[in-house]
């Protein structure tokens, strides 16, 4: 006779390549039942959108069809369901299961058209999205799906979004008109209030929001209203700045949105006559890497029209566009799913004291990681050199706040005023292991 056991042990192959672990560990099975020969259960992933989903089903049919017994087999893919806290963010967002901001620390590095871009791969990929734009300072969803003071409906007190091929779309823009700029003013940051808690958006499985560029007021409270799940940062290597880049992590964090990685983009171009990839301003993911643990999710070249959304195909066959909704997937997957064992740091006298998820303990010196500190005013941005004179500092240096940043650094703030220094956990390690830095 089959047994539920024997249903799940033949599974237990089965791993999630981005959580390294098996289905059956992880708790995506749900609603076993085995009547006789007859096997059925919903294998619940963490995202709708799970890249590996299909093969999933393939490997649990062909697993369980092998038990001896087994005579028919059904499986029913589902997603976990978006928690989102009670009392946090806006109803007409109850049904959104995923929302991600597209943020970027200065105008004109192309956000907007990544936001676009991205919410129109999604679609594609057969998921409902929607796309909200709240870039005050310069609403782009008209121009970029060319709709032109489009007339919005109201339904039951909210507004409806104007649909286009099913992508659902709202943008200030819309309701601001051409009207200049200067005499938005006050009017704006109601405008942003009103299409956000008013626009019905029923269904989704994502909601990107183009924000504002910057990280002032108007962000940070947009940031909070709309609960976000993650955030990504558009750069382009000319105007990246790491300060900048160090000021939006840290509006994100402040509230307890991961910053999932950083799209780079315009950072090189193909030319007409050969296929190699010009970097003409160079390349900074490794800087970001190294001061912030962030990875750059994808790299746009420069590309002609593509800030022409206007058709459903606008942007298909684009690999960097694939990739980037692909590792959007995947991370929004995993950090609902992972309930990460993280480094615990403390301050401990005249010791930083850190506690690694295999139990063992550091003290690291309060001079020596004082002294660590990569951020712009401690080290040149540009060349690397230090800023910092380490004979500079007091021997009665000690922390006064250390906060996560994520899941990947520490932020810590320190008696001599100084609280801009992130460190990330392999930065805790080499002052652990005494590199020097
Ligand atoms: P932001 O939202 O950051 O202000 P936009 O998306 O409005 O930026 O883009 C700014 C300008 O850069 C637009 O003219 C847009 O067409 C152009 N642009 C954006 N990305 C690219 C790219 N990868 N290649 C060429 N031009 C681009």
Redesign the pocket.
């Known amino acids: 006779m089959v047994k539920d056991q024997h249903v799940l042990d033949a599974m237990r192959h089965i791993i999630d390549p981005d959580l390294g672990k098996d289905i059956v560990s992880l708790g995506f099975i749900k609603d076993l039942k085995v009547r006789g020969g007859d096997v059925s259960f919903t294998v619940e992933l963490t995202t709708p959108a799970c890249p590996v989903k299909e093969q999933f089903k393939t490997d649990c049919e062909r697993a369980v069809r092998a038990v001896p017994g087994v005579s028919s087999v059904s499986v029913t893919m589902s997603a976990m369901q978006a928690k989102k806290q009670p009392g946090l963010g806006i109803n007409t967002l109850h049904k959104v299961h995923t929302v991600l901001a597209v943020s970027?620390c200065?105008?004109?590095?192309?956000?907007?058209?990544?936001a676009a871009q991205l919410a129109r791969q999604m679609q594609r990929e057969g998921l409902r999205v929607g796309l909200l734009d709240t870039?005050i300072y310069?609403p782009?969803v008209p121009t970029l799906f060319n709709l032109r003071q489009p007339q919005l409906m109201m339904r039951n007190n909210l507004l409806m979004p104007i649909v286009v091929d099913g992508l659902k779309l709202m943008s200030v823009g819309f309701v601001l008109g051409d009207s200049p700029a200067v005499m938005r003013g006050p009017m704006v940051s109601g405008y942003v209030q009103q299409i956000l808690h008013q626009t019905d958006w029923g269904d989704l499985d994502y909601l990107v929001i183009?924000m504002p560029?910057g990280t002032g007021d108007i962000q940070l409270t947009l940031v909070q209203q709309a609960a976000l799940d993650g955030a990504i940062i558009?750069t382009t290597p000319h105007s990246l700045s790491l300060v900048d880049v160090a000021r939006g992590i840290l509006m994100f964090e402040r509230v307890n949105v991961p910053v999932l990685g950083i799209v780079e983009?315009?950072s090189y171009f193909v030319c007409d006559n050969c296929s190699k990839k010009h970097y003409l301003f160079g390349q900074s993911a490794q800087a970001l890497k190294d001061r912030f643990g962030l990875e750059t999710l994808a790299e746009?070249?420069?590309?002609?029209n593509?800030?022409d959304l206007s058709s459903k195909d606008a942007g298909a066959g684009l690999e960097p566009l694939r990739q980037l909704a692909d590792r959007l997937h995947r991370a929004v997957g995993k950090r609902r799913a992972q309930k990460e064992t993280l480094p615990v740091v403390t301050a401990a006298g005249t010791h930083i004291r850190v506690q690694w998820p295999d139990g063992s303990v550091a003290l690291l010196n309060n001079r020596d990681v004082r002294g660590a500190c990569q951020c712009a005013s401690c080290v040149e941005e540009f060349s690397g050199k230090q800023i910092l004179d380490p004979a500079s500092i007091s021997a009665s240096i000690q922390p006064t706040a250390i906060g996560n940043l994520g899941n990947y650094a520490v932020s810590i703030a320190w008696n001599d005023g100084h609280s801009s220094g992130i460190f990330t956990w392999d930065r805790l390690k080499e002052i652990e292991k005494g590199v020097r830095l």
């Open positions: 970027s200065k105008g004109g590095v192309g956000k907007s058209t990544i870039d310069g782009s183009d560029p558009v983009n315009m746009f070249p420069m590309i002609d593509l800030s």
